[in-house]
């Protein structure tokens, strides 16, 4: 026969708590850099994963730019591929949300936004994430399509990356507002994301040119900064650089990036 | 180390106001380990999202570790761990990445950062999966990395919701033990969210059961059910036995007795101090007891004598289904 005697639980003396594990406040760009880190690791990890994002435009650039007439000096080729490169950022950022809306079904986005990362650094630190995959879908662009009929100007296609970053961060920003305000609704961030990227796309002359469009439309093309954006990328990528497109190329990217960032930021201050 | 003043959370939908939290005063000492018990919908988990900051209360007023959770939120954000309802690392993450940034964003230098994440990995048994992505791991192992994740700045308070729901039997027992050793040995003030009876029970020094956004009890979970009393149940040789023994047992003060042939059932305060010495009672007056059971009430018998309804039909009430058709026939059947 076994007896076993058991002590009844005795009250445990807390442990001291490691001083060096103690939690302190963080600074603003400490907050972003922790958030940017932790969004480029699968990146950088995966980088072939940025061309998932570029699947339709290389279908446009391999199906539609053939159908596309020369005209001129330049080839066909020439105007076509900034426009893609810009249709690229568009699509690419824009999609970034839906990464958020996986990370808010999933919970993690819970956990980050009762941890001590600022809202803002949240969402700032997530759109500045979008400057990794322009700069690797611009280079496999420019890889592919330079043994065609298409002259690199290098100077000009790196200023030209430098002019979308705003606009891609701004689009992100967005992105990743709409899908804080879809919350678990994935489908209501698809929906509005693929009716505002297409007219956006259609008007700023990214696929045919807006010169012989009728006025109303040419009014509406105005108004969009993507068409000021391609404007300049276009000069860009053909090696010029008129300093006025740029101004205003670039002042429209800036505007973007800014509203982005504005609104981004108060959506993710009330989210919950 | 919590406590809240009148806590309320209304929500409206449909144009019609719900009240999901109903004025909750509470208090909660540093190193209590308390359990929020009820069904879905009875206000746990809103309870829970006022408490970390997530949502902010329609009236009344929180503190946390010594902060308001409206005005100084980061500081309370600072001072807690969160377990939520999801997964707390990104699927498309890894989970050493996971857990190292939420040490950075605790303010944790970088070399400190990396040895707390190497040491979590290795407590809670994960350090063979800290490098693949999360969405490749099995549900027990991303639970852990969840706990594991919440832990990381040895924060004095740790919330967690639904923390064993969709684990294994396996997983949720590993689970618990943990959650305990946690409050035993670092003194971590941990407040939990179950509709899991045994998991109140076995793991709560204190249960607060909520229903519909009110507490209808608070107290520990022996407390609890010796109000209730404790089922005695004895099997005699033959009816008359039975017979001769309720009659003696009904004596019992306070004692609900019943008899099903020869079986007798009695329901009574400190039934289990008093059973030794009713059966020795009983086999000196000529009528032995054949078989004895003493049962102590569960916490579904709590829940049942607090609201009228189990455990069970409240969950099926909150989920929309409707239980009148399953608790007509119980009823008959109990009559």
């Known amino acids: ?272 | 180390m919590i406590r809240t003043v009148g806590l309320t959370r209304h929500f409206t939908r449909n144009k019609t106001t719900i009240e999901a939290v109903a004025g909750l005063d509470l208090e909660i000492a540093a190193g209590e380990l308390v359990a929020f018990l009820g069904p879905n919908g009875a206000g746990k988990s809103t309870t829970l999202r006022m408490l970390t900051t997530l949502i902010a209360p329609t009236s009344g007023s929180a503190e946390v570790a010594g902060y308001d959770v409206v005005r100084d939120r980061a500081a309370v954000r600072r001072s807690i761990g969160y377990v939520g309802q999801g997964n707390a690392a990104g699927h498309q993450f890894r989970g050493r990445d996971e857990i190292y940034c939420q040490a950075r964003a605790h303010g944790l230098s970088r070399s400190v950062a990396k040895e707390r994440t190497a040491a979590l990995l290795d407590a809670f048994d994960l350090s063979q999966h800290a490098d693949v992505p999360v969405a490749r791991l099995s549900g027990g192992q991303r639970r852990r990395l969840d706990v594991a994740i919440g832990l990381v700045q040895q924060p004095p308070v740790l919330f967690l919701d639904e923390p064993s729901t969709g684990l294994d039997p396996q997983n949720r027992v590993n689970l618990q033990e943990q959650v305990r050793r946690l409050n035993t040995d670092l003194g971590t003030t941990i407040v939990l969210t179950t509709h899991y009876l045994e998991e109140a029970d076995a793991l709560a020094g204190r249960v607060i059961v909520v229903d519909h956004g009110r507490v209808i009890a608070d107290d520990t979970a022996a407390a609890l059910k010796s109000a209730l009393g404790d089922l005695i149940a004895m099997e005699f040789t033959d009816v008359e036995a039975a017979g001769a023994a309720a009659e003696r047992a009904d004596r019992v003060p306070g004692a609900q007795v019943r008899v099903q042939g020869s079986r007798v059932e009695l329901r009574a305060a400190y039934g289990r101090d008093l059973a030794p010495g009713l059966v020795s009672d009983l086999a000196a007056t000529g009528t032995p007891v054949a078989r004895l059971e003493v049962v102590g009430p569960t916490l579904d018998d709590v829940f049942l004598d607090l609201t009228g309804r189990s455990l069970r039909e409240a969950q099926q009430e909150a989920d929309g289904t409707d239980p009148s058709a399953q608790s007509t026939t119980d009823q008959e059947v109990a009559a």
């Open chain 1, 1 to 272: 026969m076994t007896i076993e005697i058991t002590a009844g639980p005795t009250p445990a003396e807390a442990m001291p708590v490691d001083r060096s594990l103690q939690t302190r406040p963080v600074g603003l760009l400490a907050d972003i850099g922790n958030v940017l880190v932790r969004e480029l690791r699968p990146i950088l990890r995966q980088p072939a994963s940025v061309l998932f994002a570029m699947v339709q435009p290389l279908v446009f650039l391999g199906l539609f730019a053939p159908l596309l007439p020369d005209t001129g000096e330049v080839s066909a080729l020439q105007w076509f591929v900034p426009g893609i490169v810009a249709m690229t950022a568009l699509m690419s950022a824009s999609f970034t949300g839906a990464n958020l809306s996986e990370e808010i079904i999933s919970g993690s986005f819970e956990r980050l936004l009762v941890s001590p990362v600022r809202r803002s650094a949240l969402l700032i630190g997530k759109a500045l994430r979008e400057m990794v995959p322009l700069v690797l879908q611009t280079a496999v662009i420019v890889v592919v399509v330079t043994p065609f009929a298409f002259d690199l100007h290098l100077g000009g296609v790196l200023l030209g990356v430098v002019v979308l970053i705003p606009f891609s961060v701004g689009i992100g920003a967005l992105s990743l507002a709409l899908a804080v305000a879809a919350k678990e609704q994935a489908w209501v961030f698809w929906t509005v994301q693929q009716t505002v990227i297409f007219p956006l796309l259609l008007l700023a002359g990214v696929l045919l040119p807006i010169d012989g469009a009728p006025g109303w439309l040419q009014t509406a093309a105005d108004l969009n900064p993507l068409t000021h954006i391609v404007t300049v990328e276009r000069a860009l990528f053909a090696g010029n650089y008129p300093v006025e497109d740029l101004i205003v190329g670039f002042g429209a990217s800036l505007a973007v990036g800014l509203v982005g960032l504005l609104v981004g930021v108060r959506a993710m201050d009330r989210a919950d």
